[in-house]
T-cell receptor
């Protein structure tokens, strides 16, 4: 069975600072995809960033980047220059076939 | 492109009643997924369609749950004889069938079900 673990239930960051959210996973697949989704309060899930497991280069999308360590099965999300609008639940996910397996999420608080 | 839409957004029902939710995917997306999300948890996969064919079902999808996608466009999720444990947010997502972004799923706003 595939598991996704987010060990930080809550994180806090000051505006303009950098924060890293952790995610570890377990999979028996050799080829898979990893995702970070953002879910603002009472709003829908938004895809933040995607990483293909076969690619060694870490994905980057503007202020969002990942640190993908395949051997360690670790997939952390770094948010640079944090903004108030970044406050949300962040979910790490790994695909199992076409289904996504999600972690329990990390609640990110951004303070002025 | 209006994104994935779901109706209704909220549903309150009494235990034992049947409910039906609708999902309209992004128009060019052939794949459609249903997930359930309870408080404090990440979404859990329920089922997946490619066009009108239901190709995968989770063990979470009990006999009281049924999903359809009759013409390969919108989908419905029906829960019969609702139980209080069915209270959750039901999320729909869609994705392309082919290409490098086929694994990217785009979510709708969800239908929040409360069973009293």
């Amino acid at each position: 069975a595939q598991t996704v673990t987010q060990s930080q239930p809550e994180m806090s960051v000051q505006e303009a600072e950098t924060v890293t959210l952790s995610c570890t996973y377990d999979t028996s697949e050799s080829d898979y995809y990893l995702f970070w989704y953002k879910q603002p309060p009472s709003r829908q899930m938004i895809l933040v960033i995607r990483q293909e497991a076969y690619k060694q280069q870490n994905a980057t999308e503007n202020r969002f980047s990942v640190n993908f360590q395949k051997a360690a099965k670790s997939f952390s999300l770094k948010i640079s220059d944090s903004q108030l609008g970044d406050a949300a639940m962040y979910f790490c996910a790994v695909n199992s076939g076409y289904a996504l397996n999600f972690g329990k999420g990390t609640s990110l608080l951004v303070t002025p | 492109d209006t994104g994935v839409s779901q109706n209704p957004r909220h549903k309150i029902t009494k235990r034992g009643q049947n409910v039906t939710f609708r999902c309209d995917p992004i128009s060019e997306h052939n794949r459609l997924y249903w997930y359930r999300q309870t408080l404090g948890q990440g979404p859990e996969f329920l089922t997946y369609f490619q066009n009108e064919a239901q190709l995968e079902k989770s063990r979470l999808l009990s006999d009281r749950f049924s999903a359809e996608r009759p013409k390969g466009s919108f989908s419905t999720l029906e829960i019969q004889r609702t139980e209080q444990g069915d209270s959750a947010m039901y999320l729909c997502a869609s994705s392309l069938e082919e290409g490098p972004t086929s694994y990217e799923q785009y979510f709708g706003p969800g239908t929040r079900l409360t069973v009293t």
